[in-house]
């Protein structure tokens, strides 16, 4: 209801401007005054206090209020209805129950608290329950259109999602609330994966009602879901021109920048969400894997460094900061960055492989060997760490744990060319020219863009090279 249906007790020509000052005023005299002097605001203002207060979502304000209209009529069903939808609103979900039962015991025919006790059960996780209330309504009142819609929200919570649908579709075309039903049944598509159904109702509902920036924020959403990441900007930026400081917008629009590549102005994004939410580590986090992205590796470690202060066990922070490291050739501060991620989460095969990678970048073979086992032991079909232990053992000069590996690797991937060439390689070493030679020929095949490093790698330690060449393009037909 607007509040000036009403409000028979202010003055549309008073010297007030705005709604907000009369709600300064008043608080100011029913904080400087006794509640039982005469000089006290009538109730009917406070009534239409509260119901403004509601109406705007000023709910710690609407709760004052509330509280001197009880005070002034303790039997007012209307005034325990409405505190109890304040204090749903400010999750006080059990006191709300609590409250809507005295305005249901002060007047049992209220349909309209049943229906807020419904949600009040939702809330505190008793969907069945609020449902039951729903159903007992649609007995007396089986064709309500905004009881249905209700149970059709209720339904979503209890995730059935085809039967809300199903509710919301035949709303939709008895017309009923039609900017509320396309944002529910953009709802329910969303709950169903069918993002683009979820799109179109959002667009529906935004041509009803283009200035609600939280339709818009949800468009966006459905977009980015189905990667559409430009669109998905669109609709943040338009949010942004409704409502500029909605930090949910500003987030996922510094996300949807970066997936495009924008790191720049993903960069700048983050950088002015931090200025609302100084110590979001969502947002810090994110700052410095653009960062990071961007190859500026020193601003990452800055902001991942951050981020262990304000989230010491954040695994992902000490793998960033170390692979940030690694780039700038800090062995040692990479390798302990690296550890750190593996005391949180020992089983993260990917930060396994970074280790290993590093360690073998810095000669230390046996150690990195160590490593890529560890990843088999996580999952044993793993082809790159196969591969990786194949090549360390070459390396080793373990011809034999070589030779094993690599046709696991092949096993499992056939088309893998370089399984193949060091394969040959393998032959090679172990004096068997025939096999070489086979594998050889197999690696290029699967290959050919590999030509010339393969033979150029091969070139030092093949003692007849040039009869090796020629014979090899002969038989590739070269």
Avoid at 115 to 139: C, D, P, R, S
Avoid at 381 to 399: C, R, S
Wanted: aromatic share 14%; charged share 25%; with cysteine.
């Amino acid at each position: 209801m607007n509040w000036f249906e009403h409000n028979e007790s202010f003055d549309d020509n008073d010297d007030f401007e705005n709604m907000e000052e009369k709600i300064r005023y008043y608080q100011k005299i029913i904080r400087n005054s006794n509640k039982n002097r005469k000089d006290f605001p009538d109730i009917l203002i406070i009534e239409s206090l509260v119901d403004y207060c509601i109406s705007v979502e000023k709910y710690s304000e609407a709760l004052e209020f509330c509280n001197i209209w009880l005070f002034h009529n303790p039997n007012s069903y209307d005034a325990y209805h409405k505190l109890a939808v304040i204090l749903s609103q400010l999750d006080k979900a059990h006191e709300a129950l609590k409250n809507i039962n005295i305005s249901l015991e002060i007047n049992p025919l209220n349909k309209d608290a049943y229906l807020t006790k419904a949600f009040i059960y939702e809330q505190i996780g008793k969907v069945n329950e609020g449902l039951a209330i729903i159903e007992e309504i649609l007995k007396i009142e089986p064709g309500n259109e905004e009881v249905l819609f209700r149970k059709a929200m209720l339904l979503q919570s209890a995730l059935k999602t085809n039967e809300a649908l199903e509710i919301l579709q035949y709303l939709e075309n008895v017309e009923y609330l039609p900017s509320e039903v396309f944002q529910e049944i953009a709802h329910c598509y969303h709950l169903l994966y069918d993002y683009n159904k979820s799109a179109e109702y959002y667009e529906k509902a935004i041509n009803l009602n283009p200035y609600d920036y939280l339709i818009w924020y949800n468009c966006g959403v459905m977009y980015g879901h189905k990667g559409a990441n430009y669109k998905a900007i669109d609709c943040y930026k338009m949010v942004l021109a409704l409502k500029e400081d909605f930090v949910p917008a500003l987030f996922n629009l510094g996300n949807s920048y970066a997936v495009t590549a924008r790191l720049i102005e993903a960069i700048e994004i983050y950088e002015q969400i931090l200025k609302y939410a100084p110590n979001d580590v969502e947002t810090i986090h994110n700052l410095a894997s653009t960062y990071s992205d961007n190859k500026q590796y020193d601003k990452s470690i800055e902001y991942y460094s951050l981020v262990i202060t304000l989230d010491p066990t954040n695994y992902q922070a000490y793998f960033g900061r170390g692979f940030s490291y690694d780039a700038l050739d800090d062995f040692e501060n990479a390798l302990k960055d690296y550890d750190n991620a593996l005391i949180y989460t020992p089983s993260s095969k990917y930060i396994l492989q970074q280790k290993a990678d590093l360690l073998y970048n810095y000669g230390k073979l046996n150690e990195a060997l160590g490593c890529y086992l560890k990843v088999l032991e996580l999952e044993a079909n793993d082809e790159q760490a196969i591969y990786d232990v194949a090549f360390i053992y070459y390396e080793l000069g373990d011809l034999l744990l070589s030779e094993y590996y690599l046709l696991q690797s092949i096993d499992l991937s056939y088309s893998y060319a370089d399984a193949w060439y060091l394969l040959a390689k393998v032959y090679f070493r172990k004096n068997n020219e025939k096999k070489a030679l086979k594998y050889l020929l197999e690696s290029i095949k699967l290959d050919s863009t590999k030509y010339d490093e393969f033979i150029k790698d091969l070139e030092p330690v093949i003692s007849n090279f040039k009869q090796l060449k020629e014979f090899i393009d002969k038989n590739l037909g070269l």
